[in-house]
C-alpha cells in the first residue's frame, strides 16, 4: 500500500533528525495522532503537509517520496 511506503519514510527521516512524534506534530501544525496515522500507514498526507515536513525536516520532497521497489 503507498500510504504505508510514506510513513516509513517520514518516520525514519523523523528519528534521523532527532524528533519525536509530539515535536514533529507540533512544528508542522497537526495533532500526534494525525501523524501517527500517517506513519502508521492508515492516512495518506495530503501535498501541503509532504511540503511542510520536508522543509521543517530539512530534506527535499524527493528524498521524502518513497522510491518504487523494482523486483529483478
Do not use: C
Not at 503507498?2 to 519514510?9: F, L, M, N, Q, S
Not at 532527532?18 to 507540533?26: C, D, F, I, N, S
Request: glycine share 10%.
Amino acid at each position: 500500500m503507498e500510504t504505508d511506503k510514506w510513513g516509513r519514510r517520514i518516520r525514519a527521516f523523523r528519528k534521523l533528525k532527532g524528533y519525536t512524534q509530539e515535536g514533529l506534530a507540533k512544528d508542522i501544525g497537526i495533532s500526534v495522532s494525525v501523524l501517527g496515522e500517517i506513519e502508521r500507514g492508515t492516512r495518506m498526507p495530503s501535498e501541503n503537509i509532504l511540503l511542510t515536513i520536508s522543509k521543517v525536516l530539512g530534506v527535499t520532497l524527493k528524498e521524502l517520496t518513497p522510491t518504487e521497489d523494482k523486483e529483478y
